[in-house]
Nanobody, 119 residues
Framework: VQLQASGGGLVQVGGSLRLSCAAPGSIFKHSALGWYRQAPGKERELVANISRDGKTNYADTVKGRFRISRDNIKNTVDLQMNSLKPEDTAVYYC??????????????WGQGTKVTVSS
């Protein structure tokens, strides 16, 4: 199972982009969802996540600029990115932690979508 991410691209400093990720309904319903990013030469890092009941968490570097949301009808998780900075340049990956029993879960990843912020 692979998640389908879209919405990356090239944007100028201060601009906005919206990433979207679709997951199969059988996975989405019981998953905590998140967005990670990996810049060249760096490790993958958490950008934001949203729990099954809608609680959100953000990396300090994106607080106040990014917003994660989930649509439980469309089975999508979006990341609205505003006031983009060059340091936001990375490949962004969506992630689902699918809980199948108690606190046990499987990890699912999207294919990655590239975001480039030009100065």
């Amino acid at each position: 199972v692979q998640l389908q991410a879209s919405g990356g691209g090239l944007v100028q400093v201060g601009g906005s982009l919206r990433l979207s990720c679709a997951a199969p309904g059988s996975i989405f319903k019981h998953s905590a969802l998140g967005w990670y990013r990996q810049a060249p030469g760096k490790e993958r890092e958490l950008v934001a996540n949203i729990s099954r009941d809608g609680k959100t968490n953000y990396a300090d570097t994106v607080k106040g600029r990014f917003r994660i949301s989930r649509d439980n009808i469309k089975n999508t998780v979006d990341l609205q990115m505003n006031s983009l900075k060059p340091e936001d340049t990375a490949v962004y990956y969506c992630h689902a932690a699918h809980y199948y029993s108690g606190n046990n879960y499987d990890d699912y990843w999207g294919q990655g979508t590239k975001v480039t912020v030009s100065s």
